[in-house]
Every structure is written in structure tokens, then in C-alpha cells.
């Protein structure tokens, strides 16, 4: 079951800094935090994923709270592209496999 | 180096009836997992392969079966199907022997029950 709290809908303008943020309260310490975008009527596409310590990419940056209780996802510069449903996943430990729960995600609006 | 694929890309079947699904892991990845996506919904885990072998299920029914190939490609198999059947099904791979747990999605295969 999806692990995890978004917001359903959120816009950015275009040019600016979207940040998506993510609820995780009950993550356990070897869990890890994922992010995926799906455009519409596409497979989703990894982002970025992290433990503890912020993470940044070519695509992203991801905010960790200290207590990894919650996240933000921020893409420094949103252009329509970015246009998508947001999924944030918490990944169960190694040892029960490496699938992934969806909750229902945030779809972001980038608007011109 | 060719990522994910689906066949066929869509499909459209009657209740009762039954489909197979194919999916082709990215190049190198040694586990494939399949997810239903029902519409507005998130992605639903079905069942993980790996060596051959189911390695986890989520919570579906005995009609969602599946098989993986010593190629890593793999089926999904739905019987009698239902109305509710029609989604949006995902194959992901990745490559758990090498202990990464970044998933691949393919493009996805959109089956309508009617």
C-alpha cells in the first residue's frame, strides 16, 4: 500500500520553481524515497530517489527533512514539459523486493 | 540501446474472454514487474519476475498469471475477463542482481473490455 501523502494538484509558472511536496511519516529508516513523473498516456520516468541526504540531478533536486518525515521535489525551472502527474514512492526494504506502491501522485500545471 | 516494450500497444476485448500481454526488458535488466493503472488512478503492482519465477504479487486476483523467458522477456496473462479489467498495464524492468532499484517503464498497453 502507498506509503505516502501529496497534494492532487498544484500549478507553477512557467520559468519559475515548482515545488511538490510529499508526507512520508511512517517511513523506516532503510526505506528510501522515489520520485517519478508520468506524462500523459506515457510510463512513468524516474526523477530522482534518496535516503537521507538532499540529492540533485540533472532533472531535479529532492529535499529530505531531517526526520524523513516529509520531502520536496523542486524542479528549478518549470517549462510546459514539466506538465505531469508526480508520484513520490517510498521503496520497501531490499529483502521484500524492488516494487513500487503509487498513492495517486500530484499533477502539476506548468502555465505559460 | 532500446529501452522498454509493449505489445500491442492497444487492445480491445470482450468479458470473458482472455489476453496476453508481452513485454521486452531494457537491455541488461534481469526483472520485469507489471502494474495496471485504472484512469485517474496511480499505478497498481501486479507481480515481479525474476529467474523465471514470481517473486512478489500484490493484491490481484489467481486470473492475473504471468511467465518470464530465459531471454528476461515476459507475459501477462488475464483470464475471464471483467469490465474492470480495462486499464492501462505497465511492464517495468530493472536489474536486481546488480542491486539497482531504479525501475524502467515501457510505454504501456491500453486494453478495453467491453
Known amino acids: 500500500d502507498a506509503k505516502t501523502t501529496q497534494p492532487p494538484s498544484m500549478d507553477c ?11 512520508h511519516s511512517t517511513i523506516s529508516g532503510n526505506e528510501y524515497v ?23 540531478n540533472e532533472m531535479a533536486s529532492l529535499i529530505i527533512t531531517e526526520d524523513r518525515k516529509s ?7 518549470a517549462t510546459l514539459r514539466d506538465t505531469a502527474v508526480y508520484y513520490c514512492i517510498v521503496r520497501p526494504a531490499l529483502n521484500t523486493g ?11 500545471t506548468v502555465i505559460p | 540501446d532500446a529501452g522498454v516494450t509493449q505489445s500491442p500497444t492497444h487492445l480491445i476485448k470482450t468479458r470473458g474472454q482472455q489476453v496476453t500481454l508481452r513485454c521486452s526488458p531494457k537491455s541488461g535488466h534481469d526483472t520485469v514487474s507489471w502494474y495496471q493503472q485504472a484512469l485517474g488512478q496511480g499505478p497498481q503492482f ?29 507475459e501477462l496473462n488475464v483470464n475471464a475477463l471483467l469490465l474492470g479489467d480495462s486499464a492501462l498495464y505497465l511492464c517495468a524492468s ?3 542482481a546488480g542491486g539497482s532499484y531504479e525501475q524502467y517503464f515501457g510505454p504501456g498497453t491500453r486494453l478495453t473490455v467491453t
Open chain 1, 34 to 56: 522515489y520520485w517519478y513523473r508520468q506524462i500523459h498516456s506515457q510510463g512513468p520516468q524516474y526523477i530522482i530517489h534518496g535516503l537521507k541526504n538532499n540529492e540533485t
Open chain 2, 46 to 74: 501486479i507481480f515481479q519476475y525474476y529467474e523465471e519465477e514470481e517473486r512478489q504479487r500484490g493484491n490481484f486476483p489467481d486470473r492475473f498469471s504471468g511467465h518470464q523467458f530465459p531471454n528476461y522477456s515476459s
Open chain 1, 98 to 108: 524492488n516494487q513500487f506502491y503509487f498513492g495517486t501522485g500530484t499533477s502539476l
Open chain 1, 71 to 77: 520531502s520536496t521535489l523542486i524542479l528549478p525551472h
Open chain 2, 94 to 96: 530493472s536489474l536486481l
Open chain 1, 13 to 23: 509558472a512557467e520559468g519559475r520553481a515548482a515545488n511538490l511536496p510529499c508526507n
